[in-house]
C-alpha cells in the first residue's frame, strides 16, 4: 500500500511553455503533499507544502507564481512550471503523508524529470 | 533553520569492507528517515529512526540515532556491489506548514568489486 503516482514521468518542452506535473495518492488519502526539486548530483531541496483544499506554502527563494501548486482534492496534488526556462530543467519529486495520521512517513513519487530546450 | 549534514559526500569502497556514513542536524528532532535513491529513480525508504537509542537493521545495512548528539549513522557491513547509490538521510522538523523533511547532502556510494 501507500503508492505515490507521478505523472509524466519525464517531459521535454520549449522555453517559454508551461509543464504540469501530477502527483496522486493511489490508494490512500493524503491532506498535505510535498513538492521537491533536485538538480544533477545534489541533494532534494523542498519547494512548497500542499494542503488540500487551502494555498501551498513556499519555501523562501520559490517563485510563487512560477510554480503554481493545487492541491484540490485528498488524492491529487499538481505542479505547474509557467514560462519554463532551460534553468527549470531538473528531476522534481512529490511526496504524500496519509492523512490523519500526523507522524506517518512520506511516500515518494517516482519522480519526473524536466528538461526546457 | 535547521541544517542536516552528511559526510562523506562520497565514498568509494571495495567489496567486503565495512564504513559508516554519518548525518549531523542542528536542532531537535524525533524522527529520522534514511534513502536509498538510484540514478535517474526516486527515495526508496530505508530506516525510520523514532528514538534516542534506535538502531535498526537490513542486510547489510544499519542505522542508528542518537538524538542527544544530533547524529545519525548508517554502517554498511561487507559492502557489495548492489549497494552502489546515493543514500540521504532527513531529518524532520516543524514549520509554519507543519512537519516537513529536511535532506542531507547525500552520499554516493560506489562499491568495487
Known amino acids: 500500500g501507500a503508492v505515490v503516482s507521478q505523472h509524466p514521468s519525464w517531459v521535454i518542452c520549449k522555453s517559454g511553455t508551461s509543464v504540469k506535473i501530477e502527483c496522486r495518492s493511489l490508494?490512500?488519502?493524503?491532506?498535505?503533499m510535498f513538492w521537491y526539486r533536485q538538480f544533477p548530483k545534489q541533494s532534494l531541496m523542498l519547494m512548497a507544502t500542499?494542503?488540500?483544499?487551502?494555498?501551498?506554502?513556499?519555501e523562501q527563494g520559490v517563485e510563487k507564481d512560477k510554480f503554481l501548486i493545487n492541491h484540490a482534492s485528498l488524492t491529487l496534488s499538481t505542479l505547474t512550471v509557467t514560462s519554463a526556462h532551460p534553468e527549470d530543467s531538473s528531476f522534481y519529486i512529490c511526496?504524500?503523508?496519509?492523512?490523519?495520521?500526523?507522524?506517518?512517513?512520506?511516500?515518494f513519487g517516482n519522480g519526473t524529470r524536466l528538461t526546457v530546450t | 533553520e535547521l541544517k542536516v549534514e552528511q559526510n562523506p559526500l562520497f565514498l568509494s569502497m571495495q567489496e567486503g569492507k565495512n564504513y559508516t556514513i554519518y548525518c549531523n542536524y542542528s536542532?531537535?528532532?524525533?524522527?529520522l528517515y534514511w534513502y536509498r535513491q538510484d540514478p535517474g529513480k526516486s527515495l526508496e525508504s530505508l530506516f525510520v529512526?523514532?528514538?534516542?537509542?534506535a538502531v535498526k537493521q537490513e542486510g547489510r545495512l544499519m542505522a542508528s540515532l542518537d538524538t542527544k548528539a544530533r547524529l545519525s549513522t548508517l554502517h554498511i557491513t561487507a559492502a557489495v556491489h548492489d549497494l552502489s547509490a546515493t543514500y540521504f538521510c532527513?531529518?524532520?522538523?516543524?514549520?509554519?506548514?507543519?512537519?516537513?523533511?529536511?535532506f542531507g547532502g547525500g552520499t554516493r556510494l560506489m562499491v568495487k568489486p
Open positions: 511526496s504524500a503523508r496519509k492523512a490523519g495520521v500526523g507522524g506517518s512517513p512520506l511516500h
Open positions: 490508494d490512500f488519502q493524503a491532506t498535505t
Open positions: 500542499s494542503n488540500e483544499g487551502s494555498k501551498a506554502t513556499y
Open positions: 536542532t531537535t528532532s524525533d524522527r
Open positions: 529512526l523514532l528514538s534516542n537509542g
Open positions: 532527513a531529518v524532520v522538523h516543524n514549520n509554519n506548514a507543519g512537519n516537513m523533511l529536511t
